[in-house]
């Protein structure tokens, strides 16, 4: 049983670690913002346009 | 009313198509029979075709279609002034790179499909960078390269993807929140973190409890959960000692009192027990505690921190470029900024007035709505004054500058916006109310309980009162608001209802006054045609003269009267202030005001007359048409009531509300509304802004709670005045920023909805206060009894947390009314 003096400080660490790591994503800005990303993950799926056509850019040139 | 209205209103309701861009229903006259697309406004066609243009009709699969429906705005303006020295100064910041960053505030940005779109500008635009939008605060914020690309030039294609851009002024605010945000999570992590732990421990001990331990090992659990405790204690718990220590400072006992009393004996009594290796130890109770109350915190904050967002809208009322005529007579423009007291500003058609002055040339019709909440125009002509804000409707004039900025009529309401909403008194919550009389009442049977022991088994006592102290710890009435409100808002907000922060809530539960603005509120605020009398035959002679003209009575003809077929007149004439006349088809037609076409027609025949008369009697301004010098129609203008607006002020008025109305409009205008209403309660006509402020403040002095209800900037000081402000459907965006309420969705019957729904979220606050307060009733008992061990009051504490957190997710507050 005396396992648990070097077990359980682990346990503890680990927690420390996971402590660590959250704040260090709150201060990174990881959470500022809960809510575009929600929406911003519904755009990613589109197509890659393949390389001869790609209007968007070709018609940027003449926008107003 | 005739028999004209009716066949109006059934005509624009049958099947017509919808805009393309928007989905809302095209009106009649703008139909084009032969066009691919159809659109409600001419925003909405320079937004479509700008999305096809540059290839991004994906942007209409992922917008919702069920989504609410809003016009596209297109302002049309050249932003030139995003380029100037002093707008870099004031907004730009210049990374290391040699790139460019602003955040810009994008009006009309709502859905997913926005967020898409906009970020697809890197790709439209050659020189944008990158741009990242935050939804919740309508802001992006947009890198580019200045060698390759203008500000100016960004913000004209944003336009014209229907964006209208600002700069975004409270970035410093911003920053502050930001952090202040991220320090409330970094708390709930910690004492999350700390809270798990010490409750894994604790299961540990509460076998222990039945089986037995060796000594060494509960030794080493019960330092680790002290250990634990502490950093839970001295890291996120300080929040609540300092407030607790502020609370007696000014002498208001407030949540944080008990809390905090509970938490400095527990963790003091459970250190002493740690040390002296007997007696009980409530360590995973007062971490869990922590943890639950940090969590309803960060809630409250995000609440009032949306409702200070607001405020930070105010800035757009005027234009942001003026026309000034020099001396030579050439038009330079200029940025409204840059305008001096004296200048000459030219104002075309359409122009909004950019600052208080004199009209010096030319006579117009001004739409003064914004500051007057008059819905019919007003025709103004030299030496008359012109106030910023107002717009030109129909010709040409020139005006001189008399103050500019912060001194005009507009900036100077604005201005007692902000003072109103500084100067607002914190409502105090009924949660804080009751944990006043909640700390007195622990503290003295703590007390008590300490003296029943004493006289029973004096070495008990302590024990049991301290124990007595950790388990009443108010965990669930520190919830009971926050929970009950951020679950009302957000089924609020499913209805269309935009709630800026929680207070409101509770002003609104309990009946008061209700002023209520007519323009736009109780009215749709814009002119229709609603009387007509005359004949069929004549009204494609009246379209083909009237659509020459940009007058919103002539634009009402048009809507009214639109046919397939249209004529085209082969001469229009305006005579300013009066009327129209035209050739169509061979015939004179004569459109105008009863002299201008008596004029011509002589005498006007007994049925004209009494046409003219029912007008009158019904507050509508008369026009009678003439063809070929005979009077062939009389037709009446005005601002349609509101279709539910009859029913809602009765539904209102039996829930206990004093429903009064109060308008800009003319008073007899005001008065026959209030009288088609029915609204007997407090009635005023005429009142200008700084009026229905002084009317607004003399009620919230008299006690009751004041809810002013209206939609434009002539409203936006008293909205800001009142208890509650609720901003209306449509309303400008001043408007919204003094409001506490925005009602999204159109007619008043949203107001029933969000008085009853009010009533019954104070009715589950009410709710969880009662079971959390029966909760610690019990707990109290069995301390006093003596049989709290760790384990019931580990077990306790989360079941009415629980308890409170069910309560108020399973309760259903705001819903549409059955109908």
Not at chain 2, 31 to 48: D, H, L, T
Request: hydrophobic share 45%.
């Amino acid at each position: 049983m005396s396992v648990l003096f070097i077990v359980f400080p682990l346990a503890i660490l680990l927690a420390v670690v996971a402590v660590i790591a959250f704040i260090w994503a709150v201060r990174t800005g990881q959470y500022d913002d809960t809510d575009t990303p929600a929406m911003r993950i519904l755009h990613d799926d589109e197509p890659v346009r393949s390389e001869g056509d790609s209007p968007t850019t070709d018609r940027s040139s003449q926008n107003p | 009313m005739s028999a004209g209205l009716g066949s109006l209103a059934g005509s624009s309701r049958a099947g017509h198509p919808c805009c393309d861009h928007c989905g809302l229903p095209v009106a009649p006259a703008l139909i084009e029979p032969n066009a691919e697309a159809q659109f409600c406004c001419s925003g909405c066609r320079v937004v479509y075709e700008a999305i096809h243009g540059y290839g991004l009709t994906r942007y209409y699969e992922l917008k919702d279609r069920d989504d609410e429906s809003v016009p596209a705005r297109f302002t049309g303006s050249d932003y030139r002034r995003y380029d100037d020295p002093a707008f870099r100064e004031l907004y730009v910041s210049r990374s290391s790179q040699g790139l460019d960053t602003t955040a810009l505030y994008l009006e009309g940005m709502h859905c997913a499909a926005c967020v898409w779109l906009i970020e697809k500008l890197p790709q439209l635009v050659d020189g944008v960078v990158e741009i990242r939008v935050e939804i919740g605060r309508q802001m992006a914020r947009l890198t580019w390269d200045r060698e390759r690309v203008e500000l100016s030039r960004i913000a004209r294609v944003l336009d014209s993807l229907g964006y209208s851009s600002h700069p975004y002024r409270g970035t410093r605010r911003e920053r502050i929140r930001r952090l202040e945000n991220r320090r409330h999570l970094i708390r709930i992590g910690v004492a999350g973190a700390c809270a798990g732990n010490v409750m894994l421990i604790a299961f540990a001990l509460y076998g222990a409890m039945f089986s037995g331990m060796q000594p060494e090992f509960r030794a080493l659990f019960r330092w680790a959960s002290l250990l634990l405790a502490l950093i839970a204690l001295v890291w996120p718990g300080r929040v609540f000692l300092t407030g607790a220590l502020s609370s007696m400072r000014t002498r208001v006992m407030h949540m944080d009192v008990p809390v905090a009393v509970a938490l400095l004996v527990g963790t003091l009594w459970g250190a002493t027990n740690t040390i002296r290796g007997v007696g009980e130890i409530y360590f995973e109770s007062l971490t869990a505690v922590i943890f639950l109350l940090l969590i309803g915190r960060w809630i409250q904050h995000r609440q009032q921190w949306s409702a200070h967002d607001a405020i930070e809208l105010l800035y757009r009322l005027t234009p942001a470029t003026a026309r000034q005529v020099e001396a030579d007579g050439a038009v330079r423009e200029l940025p409204v900024e840059a305008l001096e007291t004296g200048d000459r500003v030219e104002l075309r058609a359409g122009d909004s007035v950019p600052a208080d002055g004199v009209l010096v040339m030319g006579s117009s019709s001004f739409d003064t709505s914004l500051l007057t909440g008059e819905s019919r125009p007003v025709s103004l002509s030299e030496g008359d004054r012109l106030h910023a804000g107002t717009v030109n409707l129909s010709s040409r004039v020139e005006m001189k500058v008399e103050s500019t900025g912060d001194d005009t009529r507009v900036g100077r309401l604005m201005a007692l916006v902000e003072r109103f909403a500084r100067e607002r008194p914190p409502v105090v919550q009924l949660a804080d109310r009751v944990a006043h009389y909640f700390v007195l009442i622990v503290l003295a049977w703590a007390v008590a309980v300490a003296l029943l022991w004493l006289w029973l088994a004096p070495e008990r006592a302590v024990e049991h009162a301290i124990a007595l102290l950790i388990v009443t710890c108010p965990c669930a009435l520190g919830l009971a608001t926050p929970l009950a409100i951020v679950n009302a808002i957000g089924r609020a907000a499913r209805l269309g209802i935009l709630f800026k922060g929680g207070q409101p809530i509770e002003l609104l539960a309990r009946p008061g006054t209700m002023l209520l603005d007519k323009t736009g509120t109780l009215t749709e605020g814009r002119t229709r045609l609603v009387f007509w009398r005359g004949a069929d035959e004549i009204k494609p002679l009246v379209v083909a003269v009237e659509q020459q003209v940009a007058h919103p009575m002539a634009q009402a003809f048009v809507e009214a009267f639109a046919t397939a077929d249209s004529l085209r007149p082969d001469r229009v004439e305006q005579v300013h202030g009066r009327g129209v006349s035209g050739d169509v088809a061979g015939r004179r037609v004569q459109i105008g005001s009863c002299p201008y076409v008596s004029s011509s027609v002589g005498s006007l025949p007994t049925w004209g007359r009494q046409a003219v008369e029912e007008c009158i009697d019904k507050a509508l301004s008369p026009v009678l048409v003439a063809v070929d010098d005979r009077l062939a129609g009389v037709a009446g203008f005005g601002d349609p009531i509101v279709d539910d607006a009859r029913d809602s002020i009765a539904e209102l008025e039996q829930l206990g509300w004093s429903i009064g109305m109060i308008s800009g409009d003319h008073p007899a205008v005001a008065d026959a509304v209030a009288e088609q209403l029915g609204i007997d309660g407090r009635r005023e006509g005429a009142a200008s802004p700084e009026r229905k402020v002084e009317v607004v403040r003399s009620l919230v002095g008299a006690g009751e709670s004041v809810v002013m209800v209206g939609d434009g900037v002539n409203d936006a000081a008293a909205l800001s005045a009142a208890d509650v402000g609720v901003a209306v459907h449509g309303g400008a965006e001043a408007s919204l920023a003094a409001a506490d309420v925005y009602l999204r969705r159109p007619g008043t019957a949203p107001l029933v909805t969000l008085v009853r729904g009010s009533r019954r979220t104070l009715g589950v606050i009410r709710r969880n206060i009662v079971v959390s307060v029966l909760y610690n009733l019990i707990t109290a008992s069995l301390a006093t009894a003596g049989m709290i061990n760790p384990l019931i009051a580990a077990i306790l504490m989360p079941i009415s947390s629980l308890s409170v957190v069910l309560l108020s997710y399973r309760s259903r507050t705001f819903e549409t009314e059955g109908r």
